[in-house]
């Protein structure tokens, strides 16, 4: 394959022959020379291409390039007299590959809004911004499955069918091969495909429980769903989750690797994505270089949820929710504490059980769970994860008062009665750690193709 212009442009111009392929960007003229700014995706940055009058198509080609049309340049890598450019290219030849009517192109020299863009999400990756948001969530998705394997963790693919609610929210999609006339029968679902009632996964933890219990240490990444008709800027219908579990782990262990996990992708981007923070530090969020170098270098605040409330309880602030003991925090809730009492990352732990789900471990005093979430500045909760009820009959219990048919979950139960342990892991929003890294305020501009209430494009 041939260089990208990433690689190109880390050369030394030392005037050796290359060839440069992808989208011009920018053309304009000037008395026998054309500028071209090429770029192909691989950096933020393009690379300026110098074409003179005596090649043969500069009349009827190379002076008529346009935004958006696609390349095949030959040239000369050479020092640049320019400035903010080491190197560029001297054309010796020029093809069209693919034209681009400038009189329809969408994408034209100039900045277009993000809900624009999202109506032609086709097409948005070719900017700046979202091309940037794709090589960070690139970055980041690389980095997850490195920390995960120098640690040990085995990856495992949970299914994206299912029979299992997770969360016990009933807000799964379900899937079905019926005829919709037969979906109005009763129980149709016994002549449906897998001879049950199935759904999208709202997450694969019950599955990677699985797992721990043979393995030890194993992760999974992948797509989730949830049927919540919320069509706000903090949810989508699918996103991704990566979602660690843990034998012979118990709720400090778990908030242990949460935090590094965070504080290693950090500053991975931070490393290895800076062009691209820049952009989103210039024009997107101002002060996100500060905002990341301190939650990477700091360590997290830790409280739990009665704390978190007693906090909350004295602050001068008139939230939109009440504040009381038993509550699920909001958003508002969440930001003032990590944003404006901390001014880093907070993990809050010990939530009420009332407002946590089945499985996660009751505390001695009967009221609260092992429960965690990590709170980020500017997103609210990033992760959210527990200890898991590894005691069958509290389990049982558990799920009894949740309403549950334990008969479905009878293999999960099976996972306490065999060779059961203290095990704990989390789910990270993949979707929500991208905003959080980038400072994009909307969750759909950071997913290549949204799906929410009514927009299913692509």
């Not at 949820?305 to 909001?330: C, H, M, S």
Request: hydrophobic letters at 40%; charged letters at 25%.
């Amino acid at each position: 394959m041939k260089p990208t212009i990433k690689e190109l442009l880390q050369l030394e111009p030392f005037k050796q022959s290359v060839e440069v392929q992808g989208w011009v960007r920018t053309c304009r003229s000037s008395g026998n020379l054309c500028f071209i700014e090429v770029t192909d995706g691989s950096c933020l940055a393009g690379i300026q291409v110098v074409a003179e009058s005596v090649l043969e198509n500069y009349t009827t080609i190379v002076k008529q390039l346009a935004t958006g049309v696609s390349v095949l340049v030959g040239g000369i890598l050479v020092p640049s007299p320019a400035k903010g450019q080491a190197v560029e290219v001297q054309a010796e030849s020029i093809t069209l590959v693919g034209d681009a009517d400038p009189a329809v192109y969408p994408l034209q020299k100039k900045r277009h809004s993000f809900e624009f863009l999202r109506s032609i999400s086709h097409l948005r990756p070719r900017t700046n911004a979202l091309g940037a948001v794709m090589r960070i969530r690139s970055a980041l998705s690389f980095a997850v499955h490195r920390f995960f394997n120098e640690r040990g963790f085995f990856q495992i693919h949970t299914p994206i069918i299912t029979t299992s609610d997770c969360e016990g929210a009933g807000e799964m999609f379900t899937v079905t091969a019926l005829d919709p006339e037969k979906l109005q029968q009763q129980n149709p679902f016994v002549d449906d495909f897998f001879g049950q009632r199935a759904g999208l996964t709202v997450s694969g933890q019950l599955q990677a429980e699985i797992y721990a219990h043979s393995h030890g240490r194993v992760y999974t990444f992948g797509p989730t769903f949830r049927a919540e008709n919320s069509n706000t800027s903090r949810h989508l219908a699918e996103f991704w989750m990566v979602e660690p579990e843990m034998a012979f782990c118990d709720l400090s262990c778990n908030a242990a690797v949460a935090e590094e996990l965070i504080g290693e992708l950090l500053t991975t981007v931070l490393d290895e994505c800076s062009d691209d923070l820049a952009l989103f530090d210039t024009f997107v969020s101002k002060g996100l270089f500060e905002k990341l170098e301190r939650a990477a270098d700091r360590s997290f605040i830790r409280m739990t949820y009665t704390e978190a409330i007693g906090e909350l309880k004295k602050a001068r602030k008139d939230f939109a929710f009440p504040v009381n003991w038993g509550i699920d925090l909001q958003a508002e809730h969440e930001r003032f504490l990590c944003e404006e009492l901390a001014g880093r990352p907070v993990i809050v732990t010990n939530y009420p059980k009332a407002i946590k789900p089945f499985y996660m471990r009751l505390d001695d005093d009967g009221k609260t769970v092992a429960a965690m979430d990590i709170l980020v500045p500017g997103i609210g909760e990033l992760i959210g994860g527990s200890q898991r009820e590894e005691r069958l009959q509290i389990l049982q219990k558990r799920m009894e008062e949740a309403g549950l048919a334990q008969e479905e979950y009878d293999w999960y139960l099976d996972l306490r009665r065999f060779g059961s342990v203290p095990h704990a892991g989390f789910g990270l929003g993949f979707e929500r750690l991208v905003q959080f890294v980038t400072g994009m305020t909307n969750i759909r501009d950071v997913i290549p193709f949204p799906r929410t209430p009514g927009t299913a494009f692509c």
